[in-house]
DNA sequence: TTGAATTTTCAAAACTTTTTGAAAATTAAT
DNA sequence: ATTAATTTTCAAAAAGTTTTGAAAATTCAA
């Protein structure tokens, strides 16, 4: 397979693969694109290798970049922003976590805790079984919750190299 | 506050959480009402409490089967067919985690492999970038992909009891 | 300043996904 | 077998999301 073909797959893959969770297409195509791209490009690059329109691109580098996955980057001599993405990919998966978490994680535990506090009778079959839901639920998130807070400050060494192979 | 309220939002907000999980809001809505419910419901009590289509009731309820979070039940003397959650948190995660690792993860990390395969010059820039991004990614979602293994294979307890101490 | 290059905005259009509801199929009791 | 209850299907409608593109705003060099 040539150089052009794979990217192309990998950008179309990447791309549909975002949209399981919760990232739209085009973003998710220009992160592949900044990803492998080795030097930081321009809007006009991005709208013409994936074919979109110069709004699309302005609107998706920026929630890239609220999402601390892209940065704009200024180079001497050059009037235009040129974009760059971060190329680690543990830094990636981490900023990932940690945005996701606090974006939805947090907001639903926080929800949860209240939720368990219904006044009912206790002695009722619904009440009893939604506290016991929501409970198990608020327990486990709380637990998750933790585990991606020593996974974000962890440093990747420690924790791929060692971490893992307790799990082995 | 009281349970129909508390009831109300624990679904309304289950839903809105699934859309950014690549789960479609009603799916997530029937989940979290047979979640609630200590005894098997039938469609029509879906459809009242929810508001919502047969059809629409019929396709969500299907699907959620097909994830392995819901179950048919068969109640002595009735005509109609009853539906049920499984409540326990753990295997509702392990399943989820099985069933996406399964759609998601996997034929991913098939197509990265084949990606790194590309014959190309090794000098080149691009070359280089697109390869190392492609390995990266695929030796990091390797990691993540034995990790779930384990955590699908893993008993509630220990892990939940011990590996999480090992952590703090 | 002025004006050309560039970026941003956002209403409307295109596209995608979800929902409806009525007809068809299935099921089970009589 | 017939019938009534129930479930399933699926084309069309509704709702939701993303994209476009042109106008407005901004930036910067001369």
Redesign the interface.
């Given at each position: 397979?040539?150089?052009t073909e794979?990217?192309a797959?990998?950008i179309s893959?990447w791309g549909a693969?975002g949209?399981?969770?919760?990232i739209n297409r085009t973003m998710a195509q220009i992160h592949a694109l900044l990803?492998?791209?080795?030097?930081p490009i321009t809007q006009d690059d991005i709208m013409e290798e994936l074919n979109i329109s110069r709004g699309n691109v302005n609107m998706n580098t920026r929630e890239l970049i609220a999402w601390g996955l892209v940065e704009r980057v200024l180079i001497p001599g050059e009037r235009r922003e040129f974009f760059t993405a971060e190329?680690?990919?543990?830094k990636v998966?981490t900023q990932i976590i940690k945005e996701?978490k606090k974006?939805?994680l947090d907001p639903?535990l926080k929800?949860l805790s209240?939720?368990e506090?219904?006044?009912?009778d206790k002695k009722?079959?619904?009440?009893?079984?939604?506290i016991?839901?929501?409970s198990?639920?608020r327990?486990?998130g709380g637990?998750a919750d933790?585990?991606l807070d020593?996974m974000i400050r962890a440093d990747e060494n420690w924790f791929?190299g060692n971490l893992?192979k307790?799990?082995?």
């Open positions: 397979m040539k150089l794979a990217k797959q990998f893959s693969f949209t399981h969770w919760g990803l492998v791209s080795p030097d190329k680690d990919i543990w998966a996701r974006r939805e639903m929800l209240q939720l506090q219904i006044d009912g009722d079959k619904n009440t009893r079984q939604f016991e839901t929501v198990g639920i327990k486990f637990e933790k585990m020593v791929l893992l307790i799990f082995k």
